[in-house]
């Protein structure tokens, strides 16, 4: 299938623009542009314009305005594209320098400009298209994480033992690949009270994605889902026979690998079957409301249900320091990981998806616990502390995280700091990336990482319109 982007224009950004070398300490008149040219960006929109110019006359940081305009409009700018064919709305959207789509990062790129849509009917059908295209992903294959545009493309991960065909670009089973899209489905839904996307397709996704839930409980066997990669790298396989290991069949569900695409090692994934609880009592409110399809509704809210009790029974652990906190990982037998990882969903970013309550108190305990020594991910150094993960290794702080950390606090004080360490963090780019070195925020992973660029611009025009003060 030809691609195009929304402009027609099939011009991709170079990884030289976005990896423009400067000192933060410059003035700020001298801030490069590094942003993609107008020529070259794949979606306009004019509210999205309008608000930075907002942000960059009101905000007296100037290179909080250089970065925020570089990085919220990052995802329109490089990574959609229109594949809209027979009166149907489809989007594209690639994670930045992989082309491939994710489930997750597609839905979390896009999720600030749903304030935006009522305002731009294009951004609207841009964000309708997506939801359709996910659907129809997951329709294809629900265990899948990421997807090629091209149904035929055989990528670099064909050649995995597990059941891969054309079109896939990955097929690692995470439980949040199929929770994002209902998050942003159920958004979409209440922001413009727009029932297009729910037709039998989306049902259909629905129905495969709470029968995928189930099978990957485990109750009744191990299910279809077997995985193993030909790999020196342990976390990018799944040990015995591929199933990864035992799990006592309690009424949790099963993520073989974790957000950051690392395999689970108890694979009862803790933040990954609360955000499942989120949205499958989402799902169950668009398939009573606007369905009419009340017995598919009612099994997505049983589920829910069990989940959340298994959780509290078995997700919640005493911590030695700490006390009742929630737990990483567990496998229903007894035993259980204690760490953070940064990728959402994360212990930290719970209440950000609203699948907890920011002020719960074992929530407020495990968030202590990840912010500290306590949790071996947790690193420091000269010029940050954050989470990182070990998809990267040691040292390695995920942006992620400390703008997660943001989101969750109550603490003004905290807040400012976190923004003042991305503001100082970016490594001479002005943009995020996937992670940075404690030491030396030159060093990092990926130039071109959208999903993180458009969650900082999230960040700065919330903290704009509600607290604009711990912007100075």
Same mark, same amino acid.
């Given at each position: 299938?030809?691609?195009?982007t929304?402009?027609?224009n099939?011009?991709a950004?170079?990884?030289?623009?976005?990896?423009?070398?400067?000192?933060?300490?410059?003035?700020?008149a001298?801030?490069?542009?590094?942003?993609?040219?107008?020529?070259?960006?794949h979606f306009?929109?004019?509210?999205?314009?309008?608000?930075?110019k907002?942000?960059?006359?009101n905000?007296?940081?100037?290179?909080?305005?250089w970065?925020?305009?570089?990085?919220l409009?990052?995802?329109?700018?490089?990574?959609?594209?229109?594949e809209?064919?027979?009166?149907?709305?489809?989007?594209?959207v690639?994670t930045?320098?992989?082309?491939a789509?994710?489930?997750r990062d597609?839905?979390?790129?896009?999720?600030?400009?749903?304030q935006?849509?009522?305002?731009?009917?294009?951004?609207?059908?841009?964000i309708l298209?997506l939801?359709?295209k996910?659907?129809?992903?997951?329709?294809?294959?629900?265990?899948?994480?990421?997807?090629?545009?091209?149904?035929?493309?055989?990528?670099?991960?064909?050649?995995?033992?597990?059941?891969m065909?054309?079109?896939?670009?990955?097929?690692?089973w995470?439980?949040d690949?199929?929770?994002?899209?209902i998050?942003?489905a159920?958004?979409?839904?209440?922001?413009? /009270?727009?029932?297009?996307p729910?037709?039998?397709?989306?049902?259909?996704?629905?129905e495969k994605?709470?029968?995928?839930?189930?099978?990957?409980?485990?109750?009744?066997?191990?299910?279809?889902y077997?995985?193993?990669?030909?790999?020196?790298?342990?976390?990018?396989?799944?040990?015995?026979?591929?199933?990864?290991y035992?799990?006592?069949?309690?009424?949790l569900?099963?993520?073989?690998?974790?957000?950051s695409?690392?395999?689970?090692?108890?694979?009862?994934?803790i933040?990954? /079957?609360?955000?499942a609880?989120?949205?499958l009592r989402?799902s169950?409110?668009?398939?009573?409301?606007?369905?009419?399809?009340?017995?598919l509704?009612?099994?997505?809210?049983?589920?829910a249900?069990?989940?959340d009790?298994?959780?509290k029974?078995y997700?919640?652990?005493d911590h030695?320091?700490?006390?009742?906190?929630?737990?990483?990982?567990v496998?229903?037998?007894?035993?259980?990981?204690?760490?953070?990882?940064?990728?959402?969903?994360?212990?930290?970013?719970?209440?950000?998806?609203?699948?907890?309550?920011?002020?719960?108190e074992?929530?407020?305990?495990?968030?202590?616990?990840?912010?500290?020594d306590?949790?071996?991910?947790?690193?420091?150094?000269?010029?940050?502390?954050?989470?990182?993960?070990?998809?990267?290794?040691?040292?390695?702080?995920?942006p992620?995280?400390?703008?997660?950390?943001a989101f969750?606090s109550s603490?003004d004080e905290?807040?400012?700091?976190?923004?003042q360490?991305?503001?100082?963090?970016?490594?001479?780019?002005?943009?995020?990336?996937?992670s940075?070195?404690k030491d030396?925020?030159?060093?990092?992973?990926?130039h071109?990482?959208?999903?993180?660029?458009?969650?900082f611009?999230?960040l700065?025009w919330?903290?704009?319109?509600?607290?604009?003060q711990?912007?100075?």
């Amino acid at each position: 299938m030809k691609r195009r982007t929304f402009l027609q224009n099939s011009a991709a950004l170079g990884a030289g623009m976005l990896a423009s070398k400067f000192s933060f300490a410059m003035p700020p008149a001298d801030f490069p542009v590094v942003r993609v040219a107008e020529k070259d960006r794949h979606f306009r929109s004019k509210p999205i314009e309008d608000m930075i110019k907002e942000f960059q006359k009101n905000v007296a940081d100037k290179e909080l305005g250089w970065m925020f305009n570089n990085c919220l409009p990052n995802t329109l700018d490089t990574t959609i594209y229109d594949e809209t064919k027979d009166n149907r709305k489809r989007t594209y959207v690639i994670t930045g320098d992989i082309d491939a789509m994710w489930l997750r990062d597609s839905s979390a790129q896009v999720w600030p400009y749903l304030q935006f849509m009522k305002k731009d009917p294009k951004l609207k059908d841009l964000i309708l298209g997506l939801i359709n295209k996910q659907s129809e992903c997951i329709n294809i294959d629900p265990y899948a994480n990421a997807f090629y545009n091209d149904p035929t493309k055989k990528g670099e991960w064909f050649k995995d033992h597990t059941d891969m065909k054309p079109g896939l670009h990955e097929r690692k089973w995470e439980i949040d690949s199929l929770c994002y899209p209902i998050r942003l489905a159920y958004h979409y839904w209440k922001e413009t /009270n727009d029932n297009t996307p729910f037709d039998e397709v989306w049902v259909q996704a629905q129905e495969k994605t709470l029968q995928t839930f189930i099978e990957q409980q485990r109750k009744e066997n191990l299910g279809p889902y077997r995985f193993e990669r030909t790999t020196s790298r342990g976390s990018d396989t799944l040990q015995v026979d591929g199933y990864g290991y035992p799990v006592n069949p309690v009424g949790l569900i099963v993520s073989s690998f974790r957000p950051s695409d690392d395999c689970s090692i108890f694979p009862f994934l803790i933040p990954s /079957n609360l955000f499942a609880v989120t949205s499958l009592r989402q799902s169950a409110e668009i398939l009573r409301k606007v369905k009419n399809n009340t017995d598919l509704a009612a099994k997505m809210e049983a589920l829910a249900n069990e989940v959340d009790a298994a959780v509290k029974k078995y997700g919640i652990i005493d911590h030695p320091t700490h006390g009742r906190v929630y737990a990483f990982e567990v496998d229903g037998f007894g035993s259980y990981l204690m760490m953070d990882d940064a990728n959402v969903p994360s212990l930290l970013a719970l209440p950000y998806l609203g699948a907890v309550d920011k002020n719960d108190e074992v929530y407020q305990r495990t968030r202590a616990y990840i912010l500290s020594d306590k949790n071996p991910f947790f690193f420091k150094g000269k010029f940050a502390e954050g989470i990182g993960g070990p998809h990267i290794g040691r040292d390695m702080i995920w942006p992620m995280s400390i703008i997660m950390r943001a989101f969750t606090s109550s603490n003004d004080e905290e807040i400012r700091t976190c923004v003042q360490t991305l503001k100082k963090t970016h490594g001479g780019t002005g943009f995020m990336h996937e992670s940075f070195h404690k030491d030396d925020p030159k060093k990092f992973t990926r130039h071109w990482f959208a999903w993180t660029n458009t969650l900082f611009g999230e960040l700065l025009w919330k903290l704009y319109k509600e607290k604009p003060q711990l912007l100075s």
